[in-house]
Structures are given as structure tokens and as C-alpha cells.
């Protein structure tokens, strides 16, 4: 049974809501009217069961059987027919049932916030999908059009130079002379995460963009304190997020369960946005976004492709993981053997047992708007 089943019935035939959802802090009728109405823009009403204290909404637990059994948001777009990339309310209705399908609540200060937490991750799979760069974890490089780099600063934005244009250049060719900028694919999710971010604080919070970009004029934020300042991590190994539950604009991690081949510079695992109709983004060829079971094998298969260079530094030869990955498609048996492997929730850090590539959490943008916002910059 598909979401079409549904459209003549009323909300209240529907069968009471799972567990999670989301909700809007305190019980302010004019809020919880606001996601209504975003809601009923999105046609997602008739399969809506709300919490009894009237501010929570999640799916029935019918529509969450037909739609996202066992919590896998994988298959949203297939089975209602959504064509998010050329349609954008059919990539915000795939955002809205992913996050109505959360295993656990989901809490926005405001109805403002739950919003521009949509737009946020619509900008981002944007942004993603637009993204074509050059792997690069020991050098990297940027527009000199906008860009500066100082050793102990980082990646710079020149004065005067907008912050989102800065951006847009460094990371879709198409938006400048074509040329690619190397990054790793941990700095490339930053700088794709901050650009969603930056164009809906356009909208709301233009205050907090003016501060983001002294920010960037000064000095980058980046790596672990760029995930401390910026985003909300859901899940962890005291309570998994489901292994298929994913909405658009999360920030994805894969961890490469082998030993090994982690120890080459770039391959400890793999950083991606979830894209929505069960795939994630390819910064390296966008034009071939991987689905789980591409991401699974490439990343198993990253074992049979390392070696050790002349300077006695460890390599990966991707040509080699192509063609094993190749060979392992075609072949069901192993197919199946290596998906149900790499399937399996990830180690803990340090850890290489039995575990799959699979993490236990997700990544996203804290709040933004103004009064509730949980970006506070550094000094």
C-alpha cells in the first residue's frame, strides 16, 4: 500500500502516530497553524496523526508502514512518484515525510525554525548536487578571484567578497570558468552544509550572514569545530538512528570497517549528503551519485586497492577498486554477502571487529533564526 491509499481518508481515521516526529516547543495554536499550513502546501495532511497535546506531528502508523517501514526513508521517492530533481515542493515533501518518519522526536523552538530547517536542507541538496570537485587531502585550492589561505587562518574570504558567491565558485565549475578545486571530502560537505545554510539566513537572519561573513574574512571555521559550531548530531551508539533512515540535507558519514586501508589519507571512510531518492552525493562525479549498495562496495573494496608508494606511504589505486567492485556486481551471491557485510552498524572509534560502514547518527544545521538560533560564532 502506497501514500495514494490514503488520500480520501480524514486525519482522525488514521491509525495513531509512531513514536518520534516532530514537535514544536510550548503550545502556541498560531505555530502549530504555521506547519499545518506548510503541510497542506505539501499535500501531507490526510496522512498526518498529531500528538495528543496538539504541537507534535508524525505519520500515522499506516502511512509509516506503507511508506517507511522499519524506519527506511530510502525508497520515498520511488514509491510516490516524486521527481525531486527537477520539482522543488517534491524535494521538500520528501524532506517533510523523512523528518515526520524520525525514530525519535524532533524538537524546533518555533514553527520559524522547522521551517527554515527545510529550506536549509533543500538549499543543501541544491548546493550538493551541483558540486563537482578534485580530490585533494594534502594540498588544496581555491577561486584567487575570492579566496586567500593563511597557514594558521585557513581558507579565507577577500574582503568585500560575498561570502556565498565565495562558496558557489569554489565548489560548482558551472557557476565560474569550470575549473575543479581540490578538496577532501570532509572539508567539501563544510563548505556544501555552509552554503545552505548562508542562503536561508539571506532570508531570516541577515544579521547572522553579515557576522558569518566577517567571520570568513578573518579566519575559517573548520573540522571538529565547524561540526561544534554548526550542526546537531542525532543518534549515537546508546540509541542508533534506524540504518536506513536518512532526510534529504544530512550530513552522512561511512566508515571503512577495514583496518588496514583506513590508514591511507583520505580513505578512513567517506563524508557525504544524503541527497534523497537513496542517494548521496558524488563530489567527484556528480553525474554518478552513489546509492547504499554503490557506497557499501566501494568502500569495502577500497581493501583490495591499497599499496605502498615509493616514499613508503600508503596509496589507493582506484582503478583497482573499480574493478573489483565491478566484478562483485555482477555476481549476486557476492553481492549480497559484501551489502549485508558493510550493512552493519559501524565500530565504535578505534574498533575493527565485526562492525559494517554503517554510522549510528546523522549530521545537520543547528537553528538559525533570530531569538533561537544555536550558531554562536567563536569570540
Known amino acids: 500500500m502506497k501514500l495514494a491509499a490514503y488520500q480520501e481518508l480524514a486525519p482522525q481515521e488514521l491509525a495513531p502516530p509512531q513514536p518520534g516526529g516532530l514537535a514544536i516547543l510550548g503550545d502556541d495554536p498560531v505555530q502549530h497553524r504555521q506547519v499545518l499550513d506548510k503541510l497542506d502546501e505539501l499535500g501531507l495532511r490526510p496522512y498526518l496523526a498529531p500528538f495528543e497535546h496538539g504541537c507534535g506531528f508524525a505519520l500515522s502508523a499506516d502511512a509509516a508502514h506503507a511508506l517507511v517501514d522499519d524506519g527506511d526513508t530510502l525508497n520515498l521517492c520511488r514509491d510516490l512518484g516524486l521527481d525531486t530533481a527537477a520539482n522543488m515542493v517534491h524535494l521538500e515533501r520528501e524532506i517533510v515525510l523523512a523528518l515526520l518518519a524520525a525514530p525519535r522526536l524532533l524538537r524546533f523552538a518555533s514553527a520559524a525554525e522547522f521551517l527554515a530547517a527545510v529550506a536549509i536542507r533543500r538549499n543543501i541538496v541544491v548546493a550538493a548536487r551541483a558540486t563537482q570537485l578534485a580530490f585533494g587531502t594534502a594540498e588544496a585550492d581555491r577561486p584567487a578571484s575570492h579566496w586567500t589561505y593563511d597557514e594558521d587562518r585557513g581558507f579565507t574570504v577577500l574582503p568585500g567578497r560575498p561570502l556565498i558567491e565565495a562558496l558557489t565558485l569554489a565548489t560548482q565549475p558551472g557557476a565560474g570558468d569550470g575549473r575543479m ?199
Open 181 to 379: 578545486y581540490a578538496f577532501s571530502c570532509y572539508r567539501a560537505t563544510e563548505y556544501v552544509m555552509l552554503l545552505g545554510i548562508a542562503r536561508e539566513l539571506e532570508r531570516t537572519n541577515p544579521p547572522l550572514l553579515a557576522a558569518l561573513q566577517r567571520q570568513w574574512e578573518t579566519s575559517a571555521i573548520q573540522s571538529g569545530a565547524f561540526h561544534d559550531v554548526f550542526l546537531v548530531e542525532y543518534g549515537s551508539f546508546d540509541a542508533p538512528l534506524p540504518p536506513r533512515w536518512y532526510v534529504p540535507g544530512d550530513r552522512v558519514w561511512f566508515r571503512n570497517p577495514d583496518a588496514r586501508s583506513s590508514d591511507a589519507s583520505g580513505y578512513e571512510g567517506s563524508w557525504v549528503i544524503y541527497l534523497g531518492n537513496g542517494l548521496f552525493s558524488n563530489f567527484w562525479q556528480r553525474d554518478r551519485p552513489y546509492s547504499l549498495v554503490a557506497k557499501c562496495l566501494e568502500i569495502y573494496h577500497w581493501r583490495h586497492g591499497t599499496y605502498v608508494d615509493a616514499a613508503g606511504d600508503l596509496r589507493m589505486n582506484e582503478a583497482i577498486v573499480a574493478a573489483h567492485v565491478a566484478e562483485t556486481a555482477a555476481n549476486p551471491a557476492a553481492l549480497a554477502s559484501v551489502v549485508a557485510r558493510m550493512s552493519r552498524l559501524r565500530d565504535t572509534r578505534g574498533v575493527y571487529a565485526d562492525g559494517g560502514c554503517i554510522d549510528v547518527s546523522r549530521e545537520f544545521s543547528r537553528p538559525v533564526c533570530p531569538g533561537t538560533t544555536g550558531i554562536v560564532l567563536p569570540g
